[in-house]
């Protein structure tokens, strides 16, 4: 069973910066791709960024730039770094790894962005 926990979001002044961790357990974490997933109140959930076994990376137009996602397979972590956050950026944000069939959801992390 694939079990993912985020931390690392909070309350943040516009143009600020945040980090957040997921760690996951119960997976052979090296071989799945990694995402990350956001969704606003009123909106679709929608993906932000993800990074396969191979280190390649994505991310969707919005945050290109601004945002990093990365990996350690040493801790069973990945990370996505936010920089210049704007309120748009607002949101729930998810965890979520895939390997062929099986898929799996954090629990979620709320950032806020405002002044």
């Known amino acids: 069973q694939v079990q993912l926990v985020e931390s690392g979001g909070g309350l943040v002044q516009p143009g600020g910066s945040l980090r957040l961790s997921c760690t996951a357990s119960?997976?052979?974490?090296?071989?799945?791709?990694m995402g990350w997933y956001r969704q606003a109140p009123g909106k679709q959930r929608e993906l932000v960024a993800r990074?396969?076994?191979?280190?390649?990376?994505n991310y969707t137009d919005s945050v290109k730039g601004r945002f990093t996602i990365s990996r350690d397979n040493a801790k069973n972590t990945v990370y996505l770094q936010m920089n210049s956050l704007k309120p748009e950026d607002t949101a729930v944000y998810y965890c979520?790894?895939?390997?062929?069939?099986?898929?799996?959801w954090g629990q979620g992390t709320q950032v806020t962005v405002s002044s």
């Open positions: 119960g997976i052979i974490f090296s071989i799945y791709r």
């Open positions: 990074i396969t076994r191979e280190g390649n990376t």
């Open positions: 979520n790894a895939v390997f062929g069939a099986t898929m799996g």
